[in-house]
């Protein structure tokens, strides 16, 4: 069966009147309604020098014509909902609107409103993959585009804003900071590590829970960038406490660690000398496993305690999981840059 598409009447009305120019095909966009719980696209024409995107969505929130009313189409969007502004970052769409699109409403609901905004724009463009949705330019949730919507989930952030979990660690993952295996929508210890790493980089607060602050930059952050090199690398920021995996342009992974107290780990340039999975520390009658030492007997490895700030006697301190990424992301001449 063939899918009806509608026209808001007076546009319909309008090229009636004015029959335009056969070469003159006007922009379309489609916008995602609701019958009896079902998805339905219609058509809205964009004016002429309009952004495609913003067109959809403002129709969108502005939801069904009386027409299309009487045809039986609804939204999960709440009426008076307004779009604050949307741009494209990268692979992701970031869309902020008023307070009133996460008012209240049953998880279902709250399903099929996300439900609509990513039908809407998942057609714009063939490069986009993720939408992050905001609320006042606090992120809320992020969503695949081409995916089905996640069960809703929320958490009352700062001031009451809320967000989900989810989305949070989904949104981290496009940063670098996390694995895409990871999103579990449980704030667990590789989430909170994650948190600060992003808090470090960003130069927040570093708590390793969903602050306000954390909600607004997840919106503006990009991925962090290390200076320019070829090959495989390996970049630590004392002052943030992030160790970098950089692969010559490329971010692989940003991670949170804990340098010496008191600038016990010199900076410079050297380069990882030798290798031990399960290495003893004489010194201070420890296992350090996962150990890549890159000057002396300093060197990166897991450490149960990583604290947001300088803490050990030299050493580079890495979380449980990631410790063994960097393991395995260097060889014996790896360079280690320490700023």
């Known amino acids: 069966m063939a ?13 009636a009147a004015f029959p335009a120019p056969a070469s003159a095909t006007p922009r379309m966009v489609e916008v995602a309604f609701l019958r009896e719980g079902r998805i339905v696209r219609v058509e809205r024409v964009v004016p002429p020098g309009a952004d495609r995107a913003r067109h959809a969505l403002r129709e969108l929130v502005q939801g069904p014509t009386k027409a299309e009313r009487a045809a039986g189409l609804r939204t999960a969007i709440r009426p008076g909902t307004r779009l604050r502004s949307v741009r ?30 990513r039908v809407t724009l998942a057609p714009l ?20 585009l ?25 949104r981290l993952s496009r940063l670098g900071y996390l694995d895409r295996r990871d999103v579990t929508g449980e704030l667990d210890y590789r989430t909170s590590q994650a948190l600060l790493a992003f808090q470090g980089w960003e130069g927040l607060a570093r708590t390793g829970t969903v602050t306000g602050d954390v909600q607004v930059e997840l919106l503006r952050a990009a991925a962090p960038r290390g200076r320019p090199g070829r090959g495989r690398r390996v970049e630590i920021h004392r002052d943030r406490g992030v160790l970098l995996l950089l692969d010559g342009r490329r971010l692989v992974r940003a991670i949170h660690t804990s340098t010496g107290a008191g600038g016990a780990t010199p900076a ?5 000398y030798r290798k031990e999975r399960l290495s003893w520390s004489r010194p201070f009658q420890v296992w350090m496993p996962f150990a890549s030492y ?38 014996i001449g790896t360079p280690v840059h320490v700023r």
Do not use: K, N
């Open 3 to 15: 899918r009806r598409r509608y026209l808001p009447l007076a546009v319909a009305a309008g090229l």
């Open 88 to 117: 494209l970052r990268g692979d992701t769409w970031v869309a902020s609107f008023s307070r009133l699109l996460a008012g209240p409403a049953t998880a279902a609901t709250m399903e099929r409103r996300l439900t609509q905004l």
């Open 268 to 272: 410079g340039t050297f380069r990882v």
């Open 294 to 331: 890159f000057r002396g007997g300093i060197a990166m490895h897991e450490y149960p305690d990583v604290p947001a700030y300088p803490a050990s006697h030299g050493c580079v301190r890495l979380p449980a999981g990631e410790a063994e990424r960097v393991y395995r992301f260097v060889a």
């Open 146 to 170: 081409r995916a089905a919507t996640p069960r809703w989930r929320a958490e009352r952030g700062e001031r009451g804003y809320p967000y989900a979990v989810r989305g949070v660690q989904l």
């Open 125 to 144: 463009r063939a490069e986009p993959r993720f939408l992050a949705l905001a609320v006042e330019g606090r992120l809320l949730t992020t969503l695949g």
